[in-house]
Protein backbone atom coordinates (compact mmCIF):
# COMPACT_ATOMS: atom_id res chain seq x y z
CA UNK A 1 0.00 0.00 0.00
CA UNK A 2 1.24 3.64 -0.90
CA UNK A 3 1.58 5.68 2.66
CA UNK A 4 0.61 9.02 3.56
CA UNK A 5 1.28 11.55 0.94
CA UNK A 6 1.38 15.37 1.07
CA UNK A 7 2.07 18.26 -1.30
CA UNK A 8 3.54 20.27 -1.89
CA UNK A 9 7.08 19.25 -0.08
CA UNK A 10 7.93 22.54 1.08
CA UNK A 11 6.29 26.24 0.62
CA UNK A 12 7.46 30.07 1.29
CA UNK A 13 4.70 32.78 1.52
CA UNK A 14 5.06 36.05 2.51
CA UNK A 15 2.87 37.26 6.05
CA UNK A 16 -0.71 37.96 4.92
CA UNK A 17 -0.99 35.34 2.10
CA UNK A 18 -2.95 31.96 2.48
CA UNK A 19 -1.93 28.78 1.96
CA UNK A 20 -3.26 25.65 1.18
CA UNK A 21 -1.87 22.47 2.18
CA UNK A 22 -2.59 18.45 0.68
CA UNK A 23 -3.25 15.53 2.27
CA UNK A 24 -4.22 12.15 0.48
CA UNK A 25 -4.01 9.01 3.38
CA UNK A 26 -3.47 5.48 2.68
CA UNK A 27 -5.79 3.43 0.96
CA UNK A 28 -8.61 2.34 2.92
CA UNK A 29 -8.41 5.15 5.99
CA UNK A 30 -11.23 7.48 6.48
CA UNK A 31 -9.74 9.36 8.87
CA UNK A 32 -7.07 12.56 8.68
CA UNK A 33 -5.60 14.46 11.26
CA UNK A 34 -3.18 17.61 10.68
CA UNK A 35 -0.50 18.44 13.17
CA UNK A 36 1.84 21.47 13.45
CA UNK A 37 5.32 21.16 14.29
CA UNK A 38 7.84 23.71 15.48
CA UNK A 39 11.53 23.43 17.11
CA UNK A 40 9.58 25.09 20.35
CA UNK A 41 6.46 23.54 20.84
CA UNK A 42 6.97 19.94 19.18
CA UNK A 43 4.14 18.50 17.60
CA UNK A 44 0.87 20.16 18.17
CA UNK A 45 -2.75 18.70 17.19
CA UNK A 46 -4.40 20.93 14.32
CA UNK A 47 -8.14 18.70 13.54
CA UNK A 48 -9.03 15.78 12.73
CA UNK A 49 -11.65 14.83 10.08
CA UNK A 50 -13.74 11.76 9.22
CA UNK A 51 -16.16 11.27 7.14
CA UNK A 52 -15.92 14.63 5.67
CA UNK A 53 -16.72 15.77 9.26
CA UNK A 54 -14.42 17.35 11.60
CA UNK A 55 -14.73 15.22 14.60
CA UNK A 56 -11.85 16.92 17.01
CA UNK A 57 -9.86 20.48 17.22
CA UNK A 58 -6.78 21.65 19.04
CA UNK A 59 -6.46 24.77 20.36
CA UNK A 60 -5.54 26.83 17.44
CA UNK A 61 -6.93 30.09 15.92
CA UNK A 62 -10.03 30.08 13.60
CA UNK A 63 -6.89 31.21 10.78
CA UNK A 64 -6.48 27.39 10.65
CA UNK A 65 -9.26 25.38 8.84
CA UNK A 66 -9.70 22.47 7.15
CA UNK A 67 -11.40 19.49 4.90
CA UNK A 68 -12.25 16.45 3.64
CA UNK A 69 -13.18 14.89 0.23
CA UNK A 70 -15.52 11.85 -0.22
CA UNK A 71 -12.55 10.42 -1.42
CA UNK A 72 -10.73 11.30 2.12
CA UNK A 73 -8.23 13.44 0.88
CA UNK A 74 -7.72 16.23 3.05
CA UNK A 75 -6.90 20.01 2.77
CA UNK A 76 -5.91 22.09 5.67
CA UNK A 77 -5.98 25.76 4.59
CA UNK A 78 -4.11 28.61 6.58
CA UNK A 79 -5.15 32.41 5.96
CA UNK A 80 -3.10 35.76 7.00
CA UNK A 81 0.20 34.00 7.37
CA UNK A 82 1.94 35.29 10.69
CA UNK A 83 5.68 34.57 10.65
CA UNK A 84 5.10 31.93 13.65
CA UNK A 85 2.92 29.74 11.51
CA UNK A 86 6.62 28.70 9.92
CA UNK A 87 6.63 25.02 10.65
CA UNK A 88 6.65 21.79 9.32
CA UNK A 89 2.84 20.49 8.85
CA UNK A 90 2.09 16.97 8.96
CA UNK A 91 -0.59 14.63 7.68
CA UNK A 92 -1.75 11.52 9.09
CA UNK A 93 -4.14 9.02 8.39
CA UNK A 94 -5.91 6.45 10.72
CA UNK A 95 -8.10 3.42 9.42
CA UNK A 96 -10.28 4.74 13.02
CA UNK A 97 -11.09 1.20 14.12
CA UNK A 98 -9.56 -0.64 17.21
CA UNK A 99 -8.15 1.06 20.34
CA UNK A 100 -4.88 1.11 19.48
CA UNK A 101 -5.36 4.75 17.51
CA UNK A 102 -2.39 4.15 15.39
CA UNK A 103 -1.91 7.28 12.94
CA UNK A 104 0.44 7.17 10.06
CA UNK A 105 2.32 10.10 9.03
CA UNK A 106 3.37 11.61 5.87
CA UNK A 107 6.69 13.20 4.95
CA UNK A 108 5.34 17.03 5.84
CA UNK A 109 4.82 20.11 4.29
CA UNK A 110 7.70 23.11 5.38
CA UNK A 111 6.26 26.32 5.30
CA UNK A 112 8.15 29.20 5.40
CA UNK A 113 6.71 32.88 6.03
CA UNK A 114 8.88 35.72 5.56
CA UNK B 1 0.77 22.80 28.17
CA UNK B 2 2.31 19.49 27.48
CA UNK B 3 0.60 16.25 28.99
CA UNK B 4 3.61 13.95 28.39
CA UNK B 5 7.23 14.82 29.58
CA UNK B 6 10.03 12.95 27.80
CA UNK B 7 13.46 12.94 29.36
CA UNK B 8 16.56 13.18 28.76
CA UNK B 9 16.23 15.94 25.96
CA UNK B 10 18.98 15.27 24.17
CA UNK B 11 21.21 12.01 24.16
CA UNK B 12 24.35 11.50 22.74
CA UNK B 13 26.30 7.55 23.19
CA UNK B 14 28.72 5.81 21.77
CA UNK B 15 28.12 2.69 19.73
CA UNK B 16 27.42 -0.67 21.27
CA UNK B 17 25.77 1.32 24.81
CA UNK B 18 22.28 1.00 26.16
CA UNK B 19 20.05 3.74 26.90
CA UNK B 20 16.76 4.15 28.56
CA UNK B 21 14.53 6.88 27.44
CA UNK B 22 11.35 7.77 29.25
CA UNK B 23 7.99 9.25 28.87
CA UNK B 24 5.70 10.58 32.02
CA UNK B 25 2.28 12.31 32.46
CA UNK B 26 -0.24 12.56 35.21
CA UNK B 27 -2.60 12.00 32.79
CA UNK B 28 -4.24 8.54 31.62
CA UNK B 29 -3.91 7.26 28.35
CA UNK B 30 -5.77 4.85 26.20
CA UNK B 31 -3.26 4.27 24.05
CA UNK B 32 0.37 5.12 23.73
CA UNK B 33 2.58 5.15 20.80
CA UNK B 34 6.24 5.77 20.09
CA UNK B 35 7.98 7.26 17.03
CA UNK B 36 10.91 8.05 15.21
CA UNK B 37 11.41 11.10 13.10
CA UNK B 38 14.45 12.15 11.04
CA UNK B 39 15.20 15.23 9.66
CA UNK B 40 13.14 16.63 7.34
CA UNK B 41 10.43 13.47 7.68
CA UNK B 42 7.30 12.51 9.09
CA UNK B 43 7.47 10.47 12.50
CA UNK B 44 7.37 6.48 12.05
CA UNK B 45 5.48 4.55 14.22
CA UNK B 46 7.14 1.89 16.07
CA UNK B 47 5.01 0.82 18.42
CA UNK B 48 1.79 0.98 20.00
CA UNK B 49 0.76 0.16 23.94
CA UNK B 50 -2.59 -0.33 24.65
CA UNK B 51 -2.31 -2.72 28.44
CA UNK B 52 -1.44 -1.15 31.23
CA UNK B 53 2.14 -3.39 32.28
CA UNK B 54 2.30 -4.25 28.67
CA UNK B 55 6.02 -4.97 27.27
CA UNK B 56 6.41 -4.94 23.74
CA UNK B 57 9.86 -5.95 21.82
CA UNK B 58 11.18 -4.65 18.23
CA UNK B 59 14.42 -6.83 17.81
CA UNK B 60 16.65 -4.20 20.00
CA UNK B 61 13.97 -1.97 21.41
CA UNK B 62 11.77 -2.94 24.47
CA UNK B 63 8.81 -1.19 24.84
CA UNK B 64 7.19 -0.76 28.51
CA UNK B 65 3.73 0.64 29.72
CA UNK B 66 3.16 1.59 33.13
CA UNK B 67 1.10 -0.41 34.45
CA UNK B 68 -1.04 2.65 35.86
CA UNK B 69 -0.85 3.85 32.08
CA UNK B 70 0.62 7.58 32.39
CA UNK B 71 3.89 6.68 31.77
CA UNK B 72 5.88 4.47 29.09
CA UNK B 73 9.64 3.88 28.92
CA UNK B 74 12.14 3.06 25.99
CA UNK B 75 15.01 0.58 26.53
CA UNK B 76 17.59 0.41 23.48
CA UNK B 77 19.95 -2.22 23.90
CA UNK B 78 23.59 -2.03 22.08
CA UNK B 79 22.82 1.30 19.95
CA UNK B 80 23.43 1.72 16.83
CA UNK B 81 24.54 4.33 14.54
CA UNK B 82 21.07 3.56 12.63
CA UNK B 83 19.51 4.12 16.00
CA UNK B 84 20.04 7.94 15.94
CA UNK B 85 17.16 10.51 15.24
CA UNK B 86 14.31 12.02 17.41
CA UNK B 87 12.03 9.52 19.48
CA UNK B 88 8.57 10.73 20.18
CA UNK B 89 5.93 9.21 22.38
CA UNK B 90 2.18 9.76 21.86
CA UNK B 91 -0.84 9.16 23.48
CA UNK B 92 -4.24 8.83 23.21
CA UNK B 93 -6.97 10.24 25.48
CA UNK B 94 -10.58 8.30 25.78
CA UNK B 95 -12.01 7.74 22.46
CA UNK B 96 -10.49 10.76 20.91
CA UNK B 97 -7.77 10.08 17.87
CA UNK B 98 -5.87 13.44 19.15
CA UNK B 99 -2.36 12.32 20.01
CA UNK B 100 -0.86 14.53 22.59
CA UNK B 101 3.29 14.11 22.03
CA UNK B 102 5.66 14.90 24.25
CA UNK B 103 8.62 17.30 22.73
CA UNK B 104 11.08 14.45 22.32
CA UNK B 105 13.89 13.03 22.89
CA UNK B 106 17.00 13.26 20.57
CA UNK B 107 19.34 10.49 20.27
CA UNK B 108 22.46 10.78 18.38
CA UNK B 109 25.00 7.59 18.12
CA UNK B 110 28.62 7.98 17.26
CA UNK B 111 30.74 5.08 15.71
Known amino acids: KAGVTQTPRYLIKTRGQQVTLSCSPI?????VSWYQQTPGQGLQFLFE???????NKGNFPGRFSGRQFSNSRSEMNVSTLELGDSALYLC?????????????FGPGTRLTVL | TQLLEQSPQFLSIQEGENLTVYCNSSSVFSSLQWYRQEPGEGPVLLVT?????EVKKLKRLTFQFGDARKDSSLHITAAQPGDTGLYLCAGAMGSGYALNFGKGTSLLVTP
Open chain 2, 49 to 53: VVTGG
Open chain 1, 92 to 104: ASSARTGVEREQF
Open chain 1, 49 to 55: YFSETQR
Open chain 1, 27 to 31: SGHRS
